[in-house]
């Protein structure tokens, strides 16, 4: 049997990222720190942050300001490995700005549920004419 993006873990997972992706642009902060694994060993390396530990992360979340939070995603890209293991990247737009953001995430399936464990974003360089 194949253990590579079983549909049903795939779906899973997909599901979660869609909802991550309506808390963020929401600015849903409670929503986003429950995507995370209340652990200090949860990290996010953001555009400009490095955050070690469940604390870090939250505490970014709830000092960002909530504007310019909307975004088109270009790309998605999941793959899951057993039951139990994810990974999630993808690329995206901001409105106004010819950068393309990368977002990557690390999914693994605890008693709760589905918890992001790393995190990693980043803006390519705008293209030049």
């Known amino acids: 049997m194949n253990e590579i993006n079983r549909p049903e873990v795939l779906a899973e997972v997909r599901a979660e990222c869609e909802r991550y992706e309506t808390a963020l642009t929401g600015n849903d902060v409670a929503a986003l720190d429950g995507f995370f694994w209340a ?24 000092a960002r300001p909530a504007r310019n939070l909307e975004r088109t995603v270009l790309r998605t890209a999941i793959t899951t490995f057993g039951r139990d293991f994810a990974t999630a990247n993808l690329e995206f737009q901001r409105a106004g700005s010819a950068s393309t953001g990368r977002q990557s995430q690390t999914w693994v399936r605890f008693p709760e549920g589905w918890r992001i464990v790393a995190a990693h974003v980043s803006l390519l360089a705008e293209a030049r004419p």
């Open 39 to 62: 652990s200090p060993h949860a990290l996010r390396y953001g555009a400009t942050e490095n955050l070690y530990g469940f604390e870090a992360i939250a505490a970014f979340r709830a």
